[in-house]
């Protein structure tokens, strides 16, 4: 029996690199892959036509399994992350073999938080990204314990965002559906990890997860907040090590 790689999907509005502090640790005994979505970091955004939707996402990241030659993988998501992970579990379950939901949420956006990633959407689409969308996120995305180098690195990668991508992100996170009865059908090993100090998708929201899952794990990372991965490395790349699944 061999262990299945691992294919690790980034927050918004951030990319691949959000991955880097765990990468080292985890590489160590597993292959890791952390391509940047559609239209973010150096990923190219298509020319569809279509109403945004994670469904395309999806089908970005089943195309890299099939470019790379592999068959199944452990599949993992930070935040929006989480949600892709959730929507290519939806349209091929069996190309996932385990399943981490760190610091996201499986339930639709409220009115009131779809409209709010609509105008996020609408002024990056109009104005770019640079001097608003970081401080208007950091606040939520990082514990008030976090380290001015992780607050800068975070600031960072969300000023190097292409605008059409963040909003093109922010429109097909807005139109994803309620993904529970997802994950009450795929018996398969998950992990959900989730700050303390999350203050976007709380425990309470983890624990909806858990809850609709049928082979759980819960982890809770003291005093981090919604960016585990880059907050907490060590502990993140703890609890997935000590948690993988094999083949």
């Not at 509005?13 to 940047?36: F, H, N, Q």
């Not at 790379?68 to 290519?88: E, K, N, P, Q, T």
């Not at 000023?159 to 992100?169: F, I």
């Given at each position: ?50 109403e945004p939707s994670l469904d395309d996402a999806a089908r ?44 996201t949420k499986a339930t639709a956006d409220a009115p009131e ?135």
């Open positions: 029996m061999t262990e299945l790689p691992l294919l690790l999907l980034h927050a918004f509005p951030l990319d691949a690199r959000m991955w880097d502090p765990v990468r080292v640790p985890l590489a160590e005994r597993l292959r890791v892959i952390t391509p940047d979505q559609r239209g973010l970091g150096r990923s190219p955004l298509p020319e569809t036509g279509r970005d990241v089943l195309a890299l399994l099939d470019k790379l030659a592999i068959d199944r993988v452990v599949l993992g998501g930070c935040s929006m992350g989480g949600y892709l992970a959730m929507a290519v579990l939806r349209q091929a379950p069996d190309r996932v073999g385990g399943l981490i939901l760190i610091d938080a779809a409209q709010a990633r609509l105008d996020v959407a609408n002024r990056a689409e109009a104005d770019g990204v640079t001097g608003w969308l970081a401080e208007q996120n950091l606040p939520n995305l990082l514990a008030g314990t976090a380290s001015p180098d992780v607050v800068e690195r975070v600031r960072g990668l969300i000023d190097a965002q292409p605008p059409s991508g963040v909003g093109w992100a922010a429109r097909a996170m807005r139109n994803r559906p309620d993904s529970l009865e997802v994950l009450r059908q795929n018996d398969i090993p998950a992990l959900v990890i989730v700050g303390e100090q999350d203050a976007i998708t709380p425990l309470d929201a983890a624990n909806v997860m858990v809850g609709a899952l049928p082979d759980p794990t819960l982890a809770v990372i003291p005093d981090a907040g919604h960016l585990t991965p880059l907050e907490a490395p060590a502990s993140v790349a703890e609890a997935i090590l000590g948690w993988y699944p094999i083949s």
